[in-house]
């Protein structure tokens, strides 16, 4: 394998990949591991994709784990990216149809390589704060993997998440309180059960496993990126990893310099970055009181909140909130013309995809992608009281 080490986002501090790691050890900030890609290339050519294995695997070179240790993996990644037809005809638009992955969200591309590691290097008992999907997709994995799974959720999460927890054998706790609560719980109590912490950013491979968002997009675009990237944005890691696939792809020589405009979407009962980046603040507020149906954009604070908005700003993008009743009424109308039964958080994209196109910051000859993080079929209780 050809990650040499860990680097701090923030300070650069460099920490041991060979040992289990959480959060910078100087300052706190999360970790990404740096991939020797001049090695990675000897054997990693992008001709040679189409030849392999359809899972996000096909990429082990640029991902953590020792080439002879066995990933836990469902099948994960290599899903479509679809022409939208009738909504928004009048422009190039394309859907990333992340619900067909294990446990019908993109978590699984996370979660599979972070399962992976934290069992290479020895954890028994994995821990995660989730808004639903990401714990659905650690119950999994670590059944899969053989290992223990403890997923504090916020009491209201949707109803499906929590039974799928369950019959997947994890450890469920509901909590009073936001996603915050729950990280909180874990970070309390993790020293004395001997739980690893699987937070999104808190460990540094959630986001190797989501960047292959970005390296399977290339792919399907035939290297060409889009012009447009219209993202729901909770923790960040989708972003933050599709990101980081592009830099590597530019210095791997498969992409020029050129990058998508990167928008951020959240929910206007809960949009930290959106307020920051109006702002033209470095870091995000915390938002008293978040609330929305869209689970997963229900992330009041998020540990890479500086990451997300130096790259929106780099890209040329932005950020923009849509309301709870909107989404609701558009994630209907791409059902009925698309054929796609969308989570809420991507709804939310159609609709700040209409908003943004009146506005002007997309234009008619613009390719934009947006991404269906997850499956309708999990947000039976969003969908049903209409
Ligand atoms: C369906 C869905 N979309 C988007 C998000 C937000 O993703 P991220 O944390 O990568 O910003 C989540 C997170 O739970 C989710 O479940
Ligand atoms: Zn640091």
């Known amino acids: ?122 954890a028994t008992k994995l821990a995660v704060p989730s808004a639903g999907n990401a714990g659905g997709a650690l119950a999994a994995y670590t059944a899969r993997a053989g290992l223990e799974a403890h997923i504090f959720m916020p009491r209201d999460t949707p109803q499906a998440n929590i039974i799928e927890c369950r019959e997947l054998g994890a450890h469920v706790t509901l909590i009073d309180g936001l996603i915050t609560d729950c990280g909180a719980e874990i970070a309390r109590r993790k020293a004395k059960e001997g739980w690893f912490d699987m937070s999104t950013l808190k460990e540094p ?33 989708g972003l933050i990893g599709m990101w980081k696939a592009f830099g590597e792809m530019e210095t791997l020589g498969w992409i020029g310099a050129k990058r998508p405009r990167m928008f951020a979407v959240q929910a206007a009962g809960c949009a930290p970055i959106v307020l920051a980046f109006d702002a033209g603040e470095k870091t995000a507020a915390e938002i008293a ?74 234009g008619s000859d613009d390719r934009v992608v947006i991404f269906n993080t997850g499956s309708g079929i999990k947000y039976l209780d969003c969908y049903s009281d209409r």
């Open 1 to 122: 394998m050809f990650v040499t080490h860990l680097e701090c986002s923030a300070c650069g501090l460099r920490h041991d990949w060979s040992r289990l790691q959480n959060l910078c050890l100087s300052c706190g900030k999360p970790l990404f591991a740096i991939i020797d890609l001049a090695a990675a290339s000897r054997t990693l050519k992008r001709e040679a994709l189409a030849t392999r294995e359809k899972s996000l695997w096909r990429y082990r070179e640029v991902l953590p784990l020792p080439g002879d240790v066995e990933p836990v993996s469902l099948g994960e990644g290599g899903t479509p990216l679809l022409r939208v037809q009738k909504f928004g005809e009048d422009a190039d638009l394309w859907i990333k149809d992340e619900s067909i992955n294990p446990t019908q969200s993109f978590k699984a591309r996370g979660i599979s390589v972070a399962v992976s590691m934290a069992k290479h290097l020895g």
């Open 205 to 237: 491979y959630r986001v190797e496993g989501k960047k292959t968002l970005g390296y399977e997009l290339a792919e399907q675009c035939n290297w060409e990126l889009p012009n447009v990237i219209l993202y729901p944005t909770g923790g960040g890691t």
């Open 289 to 362: 009181g978040a609330n929305t149906l869209a689970s997963g954009l229900r992330v009041p604070k998020a540990i890479g909140d500086f990451l997300i908005l130096n790259m929106l700003r780099q890209s040329g993008g932005g950020a923009i909130a849509v309301d709870d009743k909107e989404m609701i009424r558009v994630a209907r109308e791409v059902g009925s013309s698309e054929g796609l039964f969308v989570a809420p958080e991507a709804a939310a994209c159609f609709a700040a995809f209409k908003a943004l196109r009146s506005r002007g910051k997309i």
